[in-house]
């Protein structure tokens, strides 16, 4: 299949020779609903691109308990670590929707990646960029209230920005406590003190932002904006 490889970050400014050979390397994949498309620490399946569909990332600890990592969408990018360095899968892959996937398998990455200056050089800054997220995904599992957390996750900011479904009220209160490495009761408390501030509004089954600089306060201190009552 034809793929606009210039939507995806480490190809973009590919000219136009470079492009076709990226196209003879990929290898198109079609998923149905809750197949794996990889599992955690199997053979690198090579650097993953959705092309249709919802893909969802995630781990599972010692216990069974199932941590997303990510919700993607196209033209998100997946497994790029694992693509470059050739080691194991890092994660688990399933599709969530139909989807569909190009794929471009380690050995063909590294060649690619030796004939395009451009490549090698998106592909150096989006690791780093990747690396940065990682990070601060940290900074907020260990130092953020949930409450915190759940305010940045309906803002879409950086740490997951394109790595969620297009609001976070399309999303479960069970898929919402897997992003944010909790349980659905604090998830569902967390949602009702946002609500109680008054930051979001509940309109029958849906949530809505009604005061986003509350939220950007929350998300940015850690701590909850106090309301004022009217004179």
């Known amino acids: 299949m034809r793929f606009d490889w210039s939507q995806v970050t480490y190809f973009q400014g590919i000219d136009a020779c470079d492009t076709g050979k990226i196209d003879d390397a990929a290898r198109f994949h079609t998923y149905q609903p809750g197949a794996t498309i990889f599992s955690e620490g199997d053979s690198c399946a090579g650097f993953h691109v959705v092309v249709d569909g919802l893909v969802r990332i995630f781990r599972v600890n010692a216990e069974g308990r199932l941590h997303t990592l990510s919700l993607l969408r196209p033209p998100a990018a997946f497994n790029e670590v694992a693509a ?7 994660f688990n892959a399933v599709a969530v929707t139909y989807a569909e996937v190009l794929v471009i398998p380690h050995e063909r990455l590294l060649k690619l990646l030796s004939i ?3 490549l090698l ?21 260990t130092f953020r209230s949930i409450p915190s957390r759940l305010a940045k996750l309906f803002l879409h900011e950086t740490t997951y920005h394109d ?8 999303l479960t209160q069970e898929e919402i406590a897997s992003i944010l490495g909790t349980t659905r009761e604090v998830v569902g408390r967390a949602l009702r003190e946002l609500l109680n501030a008054g930051l979001l509004e509940k309109r029958g089954r849906a949530v809505y932002v009604v005061d986003r600089g509350g939220l950007e306060y929350l998300a940015a201190t850690n701590t909850m904006p106090v309301r004022h009552p009217l004179a």
Not at 84 to 90: A, E, I, K, L, T
Not at 121 to 139: D, T, W
Not at 163 to 170: G, L, M, R, S
């Open 163 to 170: 790595q969620i479904a297009e609001t976070p009220t399309q």
């Open 121 to 141: 050089q998106n592909a150096m800054q989006a690791l780093a960029h990747l690396n940065r997220e990682y990070i601060e995904r940290l900074e907020d599992m």
């Open 84 to 90: 470059v360095d050739g080691r194991s899968n890092p």
């Open 116 to 118: 395009s200056p451009v």
